[in-house]
């Protein structure tokens, strides 16, 4: 229930702007303040992104449902001369679950990262400035400042992957983390061109029209009264969507994702393909539906084929890997094709499917590289081959390993099956064909999960395996963290159905 | 008198050489200090004469205008910080080290004057002035062959072009009569003007003009020049003479095309093709370079494209543009600043000169490679930093225009840019130094660091809070009104 007194809302107005400054401000402090060690700027860290933490469940759970909209944020104008440019913040019922997944996998990322002992500090500075980022491009309530800010959640990639990642070296194949690192900056950020050029293009219209602006709620109206002609929401709209769409990983363009995932630190894995992967969905769902639903509708069919080939071109791909942390990447490009055809199908079950398999494959992709981040910090590899039976030596993380996977592969009671039977539910209503390569893909999945438990969790383990230590207290604490997330909203969906609901029904007027 | 400030930076010069006949060697510094308060002195004294004020002098030769006010105010910031960056420099590695400071200044007016210029010859003086000033202070490693080839290469491009500037001036003073801007223009304006003698000279000022600026066919001098010239100069060239030619240029534009409709409409599809090419070129063959200063100049050259680009929307109906351009100029400003007082820092007592002997730099100077990192990250038009912001800013002007395409274009290019710029922060993060300790000898003392934070915290600042800037920035709009 909101509260209706102004203080009140001052106050979540000023946390908005907190949850963003916070990191921010953390993250400069790092750089200025000489001689930190690597364990008190973890601290540090970690305590900030408990208080972020806080804010977004505080703000999630004030959000509310009943009235939905836009609610919490301020504007203030920024660049009045020439370019009309407000800093405005403010959340929907889809940001919600976002700026929530975004806290919990921060935290999560900032507690498992005890492993940085080389240049900490340069290490949490980046870190605080990629959580800080992704805050702010989900809190934005205009166009320039989510680019700004989705541009600054991509600046640190390079850095954090080529400096603390780690290279794959398997004799035939071999990647190193600088080529890792090169790859997905300069994808994201030739994708981030093509936005860059979309959100111009639709300024320039405003201004042509009088009424120059970057303010989403004033862009939509002015969709609404029809100023964007289809010609031109056409070709905007095919910008934002492979703009988007690439950083979301959609096929073909999805090769960044699994070198880059696999070469960055657990950390940096967890924050990037549980968090802004989703980013690019949330960008096509929020930006480009609402402010370009002619555009939207014209290209719906091509984002759903290029949906269905990630699913099934990402469980098939996913199945030849022999690098568990490959799978991993794979299995992400996979999942993130169930929400470009659940956004794909412009009806309020899919669009909510599709946020809700945002959220859940979010922590459930984190889990799984914490886990894979705590099997190879140990067993110092990741080739499926050489690790066998680790249940007998790291119960913890084979337990929740399976709980991952198992969520991952769709069973009821997990929040994959919610999300995942909504899209179905929203897909078959477009076409049949595509609703049923969707379930083959659902089974692929199951396939190579399985197997993957079967080969590297259960079964004889390997001598040299024997000995090695479970999950250290962190792990422990942040993997029974996910999990339960995992089983809380597959038991009890409604818990974020409600508030995903609200934002898509507001989407779904301007359809 | 609204010439003051030329006059007293004129004597401040004279001061400086003076001073040097008089200081003894190993205190030359002192020469440059004297030189850096004089100057600071001289920015008050510009503010308290000239600001505000709008007024042709000496038969409408010269206007002092808020225009030529900003401009001096740039041009006197960079002479400052340009001294306090080669101080360590100079001290190592160069003789008649108190004429170093003399000829700054000295370019310094040259570059105030051409600014305010509103005719051909006065411009031509002051630009050869600037020029001269130039050629020696590239030379100036006398025994360094690298800078005695890239001298000579640069007095013979630049006399070059400069003769073909005069060349058409004289040809559009053989069909015009008057070397004035005002007079040029409406002649030129008349409706079906075609006479082939003045097109064929405001084409070949245009080429004299684009040597200058580096503009691509014209390039080909930069990347050897800034390799060659102590890496001061050529920051200052980078920065100081760059922002002075674009002055120049749009106010050669803005008195001399403008008015002239048709004109401009063909001049401005020129303009367009080159900055493609200037983009493209200059970003393209940075890719494959493996000196730091020849990587910085081509992507200076790669800069002087995008803000063609800007040049290239003058007189569509939106008000924007100057400004636009001259924040952009500013921006671009402060983060080569940071760069490059960065990497003299890295160099300047050692011959470090390829990019990966930047290798562990990281490890052994922690806060020069963040500057370097910050810089690169700024240039590459990646936010909070003012490159973001100067790039969004320009583009959606340029887009407001009429030219959405070649803003596309120009934001790939500065897509490509970051690939090379990530090649140096890797080189400088990730690389694996050959030798253990290989950076121990740097050495920074206080000037040099004074330039570095100062240029960090404004390369911030301006990217999160531009706006008094810009508003400052938006009273020069005028000037297209």
């Known amino acids: 229930m909101a509260v209706d007194c102004e203080a009140m809302n001052d106050f979540y107005n000023i946390m908005a702007f907190a949850i963003i400054a916070l990191p921010l401000i953390t993250s400069l402090g790092f750089m200025v303040v000489p001689n930190l060690a690597s364990r008190t700027c973890w601290l540090i860290s970690s305590i900030v992104s408990l208080v972020t933490f806080g804010i977004s469940v505080l703000l999630f759970v004030s959000y509310d449902t009943m009235i939905g909209g836009t609610q919490f944020g301020f504007t203030v104008p920024w660049m009045s001369q020439g370019i009309n440019i407000t800093f405005g913040l403010g959340l929907t019922g889809i940001s919600a679950s976002m700026v929530l997944l975004n806290g919990i996998v921060l935290l999560g990322a900032c507690l498992i990262s005890t492993d940085i002992e080389t240049r900490g500090r340069d290490f949490y500075v980046l870190l605080l400035a990629l959580g800080g980022g992704v805050f702010g491009v989900f809190l934005s309530s205009d ?286 209503k477009i076409s049949l064909w595509i609703a049923a390569l969707a379930v083959l893909g659902a089974a692929l999945t199951a396939v190579y999960i399985l197997r993957l438990i079967a080969r590297t969790i259960v079964g004889p383990v390997d001598p040299k395996l024997e000995n090695l230590p479970d999950a250290n207290k962190y792990e422990k604490i942040v993997s029974v963290a996910f999990a339960s997330i995992l089983i809380a909203v597959g038991v009890w969906p409604a818990l974020l159905l409600d508030s995903i609901n609200v934002g898509i029904s507001s989407i779904m007027s301007v359809l | 008198m609204l010439l003051t400030p030329e006059f007293v930076l004129a004597g401040l010069a004279l001061l400086v050489f003076t001073a040097d006949l008089i200081i003894p060697e190993g205190k030359k510094e002192w020469v440059g200090r004297i030189a850096v308060v004089g100057l600071i002195g001289l920015l008050f004294v510009t503010a308290s004469t000239v600001m505000g004020i709008n007024q042709p002098v000496y038969n409408n030769f010269l206007l002092v205008d808020h225009y030529s006010f900003v401009f001096k105010m740039i041009f006197i910031t960079v002479g400052i910080i340009t001294i306090l ?108 003007f075609m006479d082939p003698v003045a097109m064929l000279g405001i084409t070949f000022i245009m080429i004299g003009i684009a040597f200058k600026l580096g503009i691509v066919p014209f390039h080909s001098w930069i990347p050897d020049v800034y390799e060659g010239a102590p890496i001061p100069v050529t920051a200052y060239l980078a920065i100081g003479a760059k922002i002075a030619a674009f002055a120049f240029l749009a106010r050669v534009v803005i008195g001399v095309m403008l008015p002239a409709e048709e004109l401009w409409s063909s001049w401005k599809i020129i303009f367009a093709i080159l900055a493609i090419a200037t983009m493209v070129i200059g970003n393209g063959i940075a890719i494959v370079q493996t000196k730091v200063k020849r990587m910085l100049a081509y992507s200076s050259i790669g800069h002087s494209g995008v803000l063609l680009s800007g040049i290239v929307v003058f007189g569509s109906t939106n008000g924007i543009v100057l400004e636009s351009l001259g924040y952009y100029l500013v921006g671009y400003a402060v983060t080569s600043v940071a760069v490059f007082s960065a990497i003299t820092a890295v160099t300047y ?128 709009s005028d000037l297209l009104k």
């Open chain 2, 349 to 476: 007592n050692n011959n470090i000169e390829l990019i990966k002997d930047f290798a562990g730099l990281s490890d052994e100077k922690p806060l020069l490679s963040a500057s370097i990192a910050i810089g690169l990250f700024s240039l590459a038009g990646l936010p909070l930093f003012v490159g973001f912001t100067i790039k969004f800013y320009l583009f959606s002007s340029i887009s407001i225009g009429g030219y959405l395409w070649l803003a596309g274009i120009a934001v790939l290019a500065s897509l490509v840019s970051l690939y090379y710029y990530l090649i140096m922060i890797k080189s400088m993060y990730v690389d694996v130094p050959e030798q253990e300790r290989a950076h121990a000898d740097i050495t920074v003392r206080w000037p040099m660091w004074i330039v570095i934070i100062l240029s960090i915290l404004m390369t911030i600042a301006l990217g999160i809070y531009p706006d008094p800037l810009v508003n400052q920035l938006n009273e020069i």
């Open chain 2, 85 to 192: 960056m080669s101080e360590e420099f100079v001290k190592t590695n160069l003789t008649s080290q108190g004429e170093y400071y003399g000829l700054v200044l000295l370019a310094i007016l040259g570059m105030n004057i051409l600014v305010q210029s509103q005719e051909f010859l006065t411009a031509y003086i002051s630009l050869e002035l600037l020029s001269f000033c130039l050629y020696v202070l590239v030379g100036y490693s006398k025994f360094n062959p690298k800078s005695n080839e890239a001298a000579i290469k640069y007095i013979i491009f630049g006399t070059f072009s400069s003769a073909i500037l005069l060349y058409g001036l004289s040809m559009v003073y053989s069909v015009v009569g008057s070397t004035l801007y005002s007079d040029i223009a409406q002649v030129l304006s008349t409706s079906g």
């Open chain 1, 143 to 428: 166009l320039f400042f989510f680019f700004l800010f989705y541009e600054l959640a991509v600046l640190p990639m390079y850095l954090l992957i080529a400096v603390w990642g780690s290279s794959t070296n398997f004799g035939s194949f071999n990647r190193s983390k600088e080529y890792g690192a090169m790859k997905l900056m300069m994808v994201l950020v030739a994708a981030s061109v093509l936005i860059w050029i979309g959100i111009i293009a639709i300024y320039v219209e405003t201004y042509m029209n009088g009424t120059p602006t970057f303010v989403f709620d004033e862009l939509r109206i002015l969709s609404e009264s029809g100023l964007f002609s289809s010609g031109f929401q056409n070709w905007v709209f095919l910008c934002f969507m492979i703009g988007f769409g690439v950083l979301s990983g959609l096929w073909p363009f999805h090769t960044w994702s699994p070198d880059g995932h696999v070469a960055a630190p657990t950390g940096v894995s967890m924050l990037h393909a549980g968090v802004l992967m989703k980013l690019g969905a949330f960008g096509i769902i929020q930006i480009g539906i609402v402010i370009l639903p002619l555009g939207a509708q014209t290209w719906m069919p091509l984002l759903m084929v290029l949906g269905i080939v990630n699913v099934i071109y990402g469980a098939v791909s996913a199945m030849s890997q022999t690098d568990l942390k490959y799978i991993i990447g794979y299995s992400s490009v996979s999942h993130m094709g169930y929400v470009l055809i659940g956004a794909a199908t412009l009806n309020s079950i899919g669009l909510s499917g599709a946020v809700l398999q945002m959220f859940s494959h979010g922590i459930m992709t984190a889990l799984m590289f914490v886990l894979v981040g705590a099997i190879y910090h140990r067993a110092h590899t990741r080739d499926i081959y050489v690790l066998n039976g680790l249940i007998k030596t790291m119960p913890h993380i084979c337990v929740l390993f399976i709980i991952a996977g198992f969520a991952s592969l769709g069973l009821p009671g997990l929040s994959g099956f919610i999300a995942e039977f909504l899209i179905f539910l929203g897909v078959i």
